[in-house]
């Protein structure tokens, strides 16, 4: 009997939570979270994370929440949700991407907040639309000498030429002049080291390093690069009237707010900021453009009508020519809707209201540039190239088409976008008009990641530890599992070759 009571107590105790839990909950969006703790459905959707969010937008609605490796991911696709994370001030950007500046260039979360917004109004200051004609003299220049590489004709993967030429063209623009590497075997190492970095820098942001062996060791050879070179970086400013590249000023900033050690890891960021988004998106303009015979035609009498008869020349771009040329800026924007990353994040600091349901502070907002521009809601025949929807845009007053967020949006939104916008437009523009271009392989797929990718990080570690392998042997057992799954965070790369045959114009 004396045991009766207490037990009834906790029981109705438990109902009572289970209830009051139950109420809160019936007020949160539908949430997949799988049956394994703390894992959630992480393995599904790290499989494809893509396909994914749109599955579940098709099964749960507009608005749903995700919980894989301890973390709530809540998904809005349509305009409330949109609007609440483009203007609430419950979501922030500092507190959702804190986690992965830490685990990806190693900076302490402190120093992250403490320097961010100062960070920030200096780089959209700088690759602002007012200061954007600086950069036109000298991205022009560095083009013209990389091209000179390329020689009268030859036949190239086209992803690995727009490499050869934005990797030195950016460092030295934004970084400093002469910084790139030069010797043949260098400028190798670094093509090897940042392809590893980037290829991996999702699993990077999530991952313990240990696991990831080849990453860590780009990200080290890359950190270890920039501690060699920083005080070269900062000794050299410019002759002409010793203003600060983009780096330098970073440098000061960080310097100035907190100390030397963080140098090379901001340098790191800024490397990955400045190449992994803007050179895939150069490899697929030039790729949409070459595969559609009517639109390269135009971009070709667009260019013959500003530049003339193509010769030896070395043709200078300025603003008013590209003004003239509109329908490559088209062709970029376009271009940047159909590969737009995978997801933005914010971090939700106040419970916020969307569609009726309560998204706990703690959640991740999550909103998807991929998917909202293939909302024919928004974007009309979504899957179609179709440069002349652009036409539509204010783009004099700088402002995009509804709905286009492959730049976020916002207080934070690509201090960036503009500088790599003008890169792209002058570095198609300088291609086609130097050579005359074709493709010879059909346009590629989008990369995808694969579940034996994901396999590979693990296999190498279980050696390490138990909990990996387990991991391994999960992959394991789904290997007949060969899905895809579309970058989520940035641009993607193309699948596969995709062979260029260019001869030089006369
Ligand atoms: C087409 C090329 C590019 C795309 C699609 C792109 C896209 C983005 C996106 C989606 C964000 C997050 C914004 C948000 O969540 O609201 C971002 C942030 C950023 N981007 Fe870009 N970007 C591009 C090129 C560049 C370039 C060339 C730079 C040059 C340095 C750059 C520098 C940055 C930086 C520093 C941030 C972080 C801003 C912050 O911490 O507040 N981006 N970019």
Redesign the pocket.
């Known amino acids: 009997m004396e045991l009766i009571f207490p037990t009834v107590i906790i029981i109705l105790g438990c109902l009572a939570l289970f209830l009051l839990l139950q109420r809160k909950n019936l007020r949160r969006p539908p949430c997949i979270r799988g049956w394994i703790p703390w894992i959630g459905v992480g393995f599904e959707f790290g499989k494809a994370p893509l396909e994914f969010i749109e599955k579940a937008r098709i099964k749960y609605g507009p608005i749903f929440t995700v919980f894989a490796m301890g973390n709530r991911m809540t998904f809005v696709t349509e305009e409330e949700g949109i609007n609440v994370f483009l203007k609430s001030k419950k979501v922030d950007?500092e507190l959702a991407?804190q986690n992965i500046v830490y685990h990806t260039a190693s900076i302490p979360k402190n120093v992250f907040l403490a320097l961010?917004e100062k960070l920030?109004i200096m780089?959209k200051g700088k690759?602002g639309t007012v200061n954007l004609h600086q950069f036109t003299g000298q991205l022009t220049e560095e083009l013209h000498e990389q091209l000179e590489n390329l020689g009268t004709h030859g036949t190239m993967d086209l992803n690995n030429l727009v490499r050869h030429l934005l990797y030195p063209v950016t460092v030295n623009t934004?970084f400093n002049k002469s910084w790139f590497p030069i010797n043949k075997k260098k400028i190798k190492e670094f093509h090897q080291y940042f392809q590893a970095y980037d290829e991996d820098f999702e699993y990077g942001s999530q991952l313990p390093e240990c696991l990831l062996r080849n990453w860590s060791k780009s990200k080290k050879w890359f950190l270890e690069l920039f501690e060699k070179n920083i005080p070269d970086i900062k000794a050299c400013k410019s002759a002409k009237d010793n203003s600060m590249t983009?780096l330098q000023a970073t440098l000061e900033i960080v310097e100035t707010e907190t100390s030397k050690e963080n140098s090379p890891n901001y340098g790191l960021l800024?490397l990955w900021?400045?190449l992994s988004?803007?050179v895939p998106?150069a490899f697929w303009t030039l790729a949409y453009i070459l595969s559609h015979p009517d639109i390269h035609k135009a971009v070709m009498e667009g260019i013959s009508s500003v530049f003339g008869k193509a010769g030896k020349d070395k043709i200078k771009v300025s603003e008013d020519d590209l003004e003239k040329l509109l329908l490559i800026k088209w062709c970029v924007l376009e271009t940047?809707r159909l590969k737009?990353?995978g997801v933005?994040?914010r971090r939700v600091v106040k419970p916020v209201e969307i569609l009726n349901y309560i998204i706990p502070s703690g959640d991740l907002l999550m909103l998807s540039?991929f998917w909202l521009h293939r909302n024919p809601k928004y974007f009309p025949e979504p899957e179609l190239f179709k440069p002349e929807r652009w036409k539509k845009a204010n783009l004099e007053k700088h402002s995009f088409l509804d709905c286009f967020v492959?730049?976020?949006?916002?207080k934070?939104?690509?201090?960036?976008?503009w500088?790599?916008l003008l890169?792209v437009q002058m570095c198609v523009i300088l291609i086609l008009y130097k050579y005359d271009c074709s493709l010879l392989d059909p346009l590629p797929k989008q990369r995808k990641k694969n579940i034996w990718h994901l396999q590979s990080i693990f296999m190498e570690a279980t050696e390490q530890d138990s909990i990996s392998k387990n991991i391994y042997i999960f992959l394991e057992s789904h290997d007949h599992e060969y899905i895809s799954s579309l970058h989520l965070v940035g641009?993607p790369q193309p699948e596969g070759q995709c062979r260029i045959e260019y001869k030089q114009r006369i």
């Not at 934070?412 to 976008?417: A, H």
Request: net charge neutral; aromatic share 14%; proline share 9%.
């Open positions: 950007f991407v961010h920030y780089l690759m934004l983009l800024l900021a400045s988004n803007a998106v940047i737009a990353p933005i994040t540039p492959a730049f976020g949006s916002g934070f939104q690509c201090p960036g976008r500088f790599a890169e641009v």
